[in-house]
């Protein structure tokens, strides 16, 4: 499916649906945001040989639309982001489109419908590995949209029931690109929440998915079934665990079907009013970044820290690990044993933000990030990047 085409239809069911009623709402329900930034970038092709680095300068527009009136909530933000590359080579400037939208409605008080809409658009230019003259990616602007509907209903006292339905694609410009990314996914959900006590809430859980690829070689369904235990320890301290079986089978000939558990839990503690620790990890199946693999089996860690220094000033750092191990079992037919290896791909994250508040409408931001990513399965895409920014924030 062409760009162009799809383009028209998610911005069809991004706009219509939450602008249907927004003619006659007051101006007064509109929200400015702006952020300009500088940011140095040490990586700027994610390449692992001969970096090329660069200054760049980042523009940020936020537009946003809340209606909330007679149990029905809308609201949508459209946010366009403008780069300006001081020395990449190949193109000096990006342009990129976020829009999201919500709609939350009240149908009784035992019944409510929401709808979410997530909709990108991106330009990433061509991209060569510096010292081999080898293209990685051809120029391949993409989009991807994702539509999430959902209905809750009170079965009886402290029990709730939730269906909801997913969508979500990705499609590139470049059709060769496209024949390698492009995906489509379909998820179908139900859970039921109740409520044993005040600070404990426990979940069933069913989903089931269905996910195509262009290449025709990662296509699969699966089905979940499980369940989530969420509890309040102490006015500090709350967390949740989720934990189930999938079973998944494939689409592409010799990859065997597989019957496997998965785990995610989270942990919040709040050690002061001013601070607050948060972490979690997980276990279990995931989609996988080349065609030479149909899935891959991936464990996450991550810990992460908000500080508020004082009334001006907050901080906020996050570490995290996630390692993918892929495995000749789930090997697809583009997979050369002559040429391709089984492993393991491990990506490293680190991010350091802080803003200071000069007034109401005004804030000071900086941040760093680091990337390292190493991989068996594909050593030329092995990179590490670090990018450090300064910028301002104003809110209207």
Not at 198 to 225: A, K
Not at 311 to 331: K, P, W
Not at 349 to 356: E, F, H, P, T
Not at 371 to 382: K, Q, Y
Request: hydrophobic share 35%; charged share 25%.
């Amino acid at each position: 499916m062409r760009l162009s085409t799809v383009l028209k239809m998610t911005m069809a069911t991004a706009v219509v649906i939450p602008f249907s009623g927004f003619a006659q709402e007051r101006a007064d329900l509109f929200e400015f945001h702006n952020r300009l930034r500088v940011e140095y970038d040490d990586n700027v092709r994610q390449s692992k040989v001969a970096k090329q680095d660069s200054l760049k300068l980042i523009e940020e527009a936020e537009f946003v639309v809340n209606f909330d009136s007679q149990g029905t909530y809308i609201g949508v933000r459209y946010q366009p982001s403008f780069v300006w590359w001081e020395d990449r080579d190949e193109d000096e400037t990006d342009l990129h489109h976020q829009l999201d939208a919500n709609l939350a409605h009240d149908f009784s008080d035992r019944l409510s419908l929401s709808v979410k809409e997530l909709f990108r658009l991106a330009e990433q230019p061509e991209l060569q590995q510096e010292g081999e003259g080898a293209v990685v990616r051809e120029n391949n602007d993409f989009i991807y949209n994702s539509l999430n509907a959902g209905l809750t209903g009170q079965i009886v006292e402290n029990t709730i029931g939730v269906i909801d339905v997913r969508h979500a694609l990705v499609a590139y410009e470049d059709s060769d690109v496209g024949a390698d990314n492009d995906y489509d996914q379909l998820v179908i959900g139900g859970d039921i929440r109740h409520q044993i006590q005040p600070e404990m809430t426990v979940e069933g859980q069913l989903r089931y998915n269905t996910t195509d690829y262009e290449d025709n070689l990662r296509g699969s369904e699966s089905v979940q079934i499980g369940g989530k235990v969420s509890r309040v320890f102490s006015p500090q301290m709350q967390g949740n665990v989720r934990l189930g079986y999938e079973s998944k089978s494939f689409d592409s000939a010799g990859v065997e079907d597989t019957d496997t558990p998965y785990i995610d839990a989270g942990l919040v503690f709040v050690v002061s009013n001013s601070t607050r620790i948060n972490g979690g990890l997980g276990w279990g199946q995931a989609q996988t970044p080349t065609s030479k693999f149909a899935t891959q089996d991936r464990t996450s860690v991550y810990v992460g820290l908000s500080q508020d220094v004082s009334n001006r000033l907050s901080i906020n750092g996050s570490v995290g690990y996630t390692t993918g191990d892929f495995s000749a079992d789930e090997a697809t037919s583009a997979f050369n044993p002559a040429t391709d290896s089984t492993g393991t791909e491990d990506v490293v994250r680190a991010s350091l933000r802080g803003s200071y508040m000069l007034n109401r409408s005004n804030w000071l931001e900086f941040g760093v990030q680091y990337v390292d990513l190493t991989s068996d399965i594909r050593p030329a895409s092995e990179f590490d990047r670090t990018r450090i920014n300064l910028g301002w924030r104003t809110q209207l």
